[in-house]
């Protein structure tokens, strides 16, 4: 685990190597332990290394023995093992015990195709001297990001957007054709990116630069075939054994390991069968939230102890109240790009409190996404039971729902926030209604709120564009995969575990389950309103009932609370009309209708407010240039 960069110079001339290590310099939080680099005429590349396996031996760039091919890589090969066997067979030496040497060898033996044979969590960088080519790549589902900057003379590449940025004449410029998508999804998707001149490269995705040309493809895709022939039990037990190989095989490493513990389905299952495949106790890690009724609604550690007593697991919690403007600046700086996901200040916390610890954390994130777990998965199967009912019932219920109260953070306001949602869009199409309920703010109330709102791509529609079979959960799902969970789950778990040097798995998101998931027919991954069944069947002898049907709640912070009550005064400063003029990027008048609109419950406006609240915060760091101490200073002082 570390971050990569490089160079590749277009014009021909020598890359300088104090380019590169500027770059390594402003992300050494990725990889305190190690650097490298290695330069050939007009391409380098380099690395910062968190040592997780072969401590001694796994210095990068590694090479082959001719020295003809040279890698960096970032993230985990976790099969590598049986690949370093086979490569060893047809006469391949290696030098490091280095999971990641399995990618050299294997590209001298197979060439590109050998990226699909990798199992893993990873981005790289390849440099064939024979060939005068740079290769770099990321993984399947995205679980590592590669942000890349390309203009008339050069290529370069970066885990983080930060490092791009200390290029000769690279200056931070806000792309403002991203914004409109931002405001809608509350992060910004692949292949877009907050700064002007960059993008994400995709996952699943391959770049090379060759004679000065540059080409770009996917080489690989989620499977579409559903599979007709398996009862359930059939899915149960596939489903069942093929979780397990992913997290005893993710469980690799030469450092202490622990887990992240929610007690939800996902975590839990990770830790029972962590607790198999280990003879000592598993470490596991969960936070909650000091405060009222709202952060008592967060608190998911009654649901994690009794998970952790019924492994035997070395548990560890901590409660907390949280600086969150004393947080904000650092882990935007952190993100590179703003989100108005507030799981981020939970992970972050989360993570530094078991880095105190473990080098490798696992966590259950993407179990949602790959067993159904989403409340809106549920919308095609109640929109259909509400067509059932009379016309005049159906419009008077429609009528009713605009002017129900809507709050995250109570559990009838949450209940009546929900069902808003759904009856205002059961007379759209599926897709439409999928995006519904995705969006922070529908594409009207985007409109209205920008000064002038620039062409840009639609990342959501771009994918649900890609997806031509399946039925309505299966598209949504594989939407999903494509844009929510690596542009924003996976985005900020790796930003924010990264921020503390924590290494963090996602055995959920093995691409042998993901794919395995892929094929089990809707009826099963969710049968008569039940999400998760298939993978709540498949634990069903692990975990107890109460944590199989618990009531989902989201890994996030009470925000919408704090906005209201002590984050008042920050969000009145922060999005005050001299602010927003100043800015130039909004209409006030709608910014200050959004704030009235929530404070009075007439809308749950967290994530719009925090998406805008965000982009100033990232706006003051990145733009304004100023650090993020000074930063948090000046929040703080809107407080005192």
Excluded at 111 to 116: H, L, N, W, Y
Excluded at 402 to 414: C, E, Q, Y
């Amino acid at each position: 685990m570390c971050g990569v960069h490089g160079l590749y110079r277009l014009d021909g001339q020598r890359v300088a190597a104090e380019t590169l290590s500027a770059m390594g310099n402003i992300t050494q939080h990725r990889g305190p332990d190690d650097e490298g680099m290695h330069i050939d005429g007009a391409c380098g590349i380099a690395m910062r290394r968190l040592s997780i396996i072969d401590l001694a031996g796994g210095h990068q760039p590694l090479s082959n023995q001719e020295q003809t091919l040279w890698l960096v890589c970032n993230g985990e090969i976790y099969n590598y093992r049986e690949l370093r066997s086979e490569l060893q067979a047809k006469g391949h030496v290696f030098k490091t015990g280095s999971d990641s040497e399995v990618l050299l060898h294997g590209y001298a033996e197979e060439g590109d195709a050998f990226v699909q044979r990798l199992n893993g969590m990873f981005d790289f960088a390849l440099w064939d001297a024979r060939r005068r080519r740079l290769l770099i790549g990321r993984d399947r589902i995205g679980v590592k990001p590669l942000y890349v900057l390309q203009d008339g003379q050069r290529l370069a590449f970066a885990t983080e957007a930060k490092a791009l940025l200390a290029l000769p004449g690279v200056e931070p410029e806000l792309d403002r054709s991203v914004l409109a998508s931002y405001l809608q999804l509350g992060y910004v998707a692949a292949p877009l990116c907050i700064f002007k001149g960059m993008r994400k490269l995709p996952p699943a995705t391959l770049l090379a630069v060759e004679d000065g040309q540059i080409s770009e493809w996917r080489y690989w895709q989620l499977p579409t075939r559903i599979d007709t022939s398996l009862s359930e039990a059939d899915w149960v037990a596939r489903v069942r054994d093929q979780l397990d190989k992913s997290v005893h095989m993710q469980m690799v490493s030469d450092v202490p390991i622990g887990a992240f513990l929610s007690g939800g389905v996902d975590s839990s299952a990770v830790v029972g069968l962590m607790a198999q495949h280990s003879s000592q106790p598993i470490r596991t890690y969960a936070i909650g939230f000091e405060g009222g009724a709202a952060e008592a609604l967060y608190n998911e550690l009654p649901y994690a102890r009794r998970v952790a007593e019924l492994f035997g697991t070395q548990h560890r919690e901590i409660l907390v109240k949280p600086d969150v403007v004393g947080l904000l600046p650092k882990l935007l700086w952190h993100m590179d790009e703003p989100i108005a996901d507030t799981a981020f200040i939970t992970t972050f916390l989360v993570s530094e409190f078991a880095r105190q610890d473990v080098k490798v954390i696992l966590s259950g994130a993407g179990g949602d996404e790959i067993a159904a777990g989403y409340r809106r998965y549920l919308g095609g199967h109640y929109a259909a039971r509400f067509q059932t009912l009379p016309a005049w019932l159906r419009r008077s219920a429609s009528f009713a729902a605009r002017h129900l109260p809507a709050d995250r953070h109570s559990g009838l306001l949450n209940t009546l926030r929900l069902a808003k949602s759904f009856l205002a869009s059961t007379e759209l199409s599926p897709d439409a209604r999928y995006a519904s309920y995705l969006q922070v703010l529908d594409r009207q109330a985007v409109a209205q709120m920008l000064l002038s709102e620039q062409a840009g791509a639609d990342p959501l529609q771009d994918a649900l564009a890609r997806v031509h079979s399946g039925d309505e959960l299966q598209r949504m799902m594989a939407v999903d995969l494509e844009t929510q969970l690596p542009d924003d789950i996976l985005l900020l778990t790796d930003k924010m575990s990264m921020a503390v040097s924590l290494e963090c798995r996602v055995p959920m998101l093995d691409h042998e389950l993901v794919e395995l998931m892929a094929a089990i027919p809707s009826a099963i991954k969710v049968r008569d309103g039940r999400l998760k069944h298939i993978l709540k069947q498949s634990v069903a002898d692990l975990l107890p009932a109460d944590i199989l049907d618990r009531k989902k709640r989201g890994f996030g912070t009470p925000m919408g609370a704090w906005l209201k009550r002590e984050l008042a005064p920050l969000l009145q400063r922060l999005l005050s009309p001299e602010v927003v003029r100043t800015r130039g990027l909004f209409r006030s008048e709608a910014i200050q209708q959004l704030m009235a609109d929530h404070a009075a419950n007439r809308i749950d406006g967290t994530d719009a407010l925090l998406a805008l609240l965000n982009l100033e915060v990232w706006s003051r760091i990145y733009l304004d240039r100023r650090d993020p101490a000074d930063v948090a200073l000046e929040l703080k002082s809107y407080l005192a």
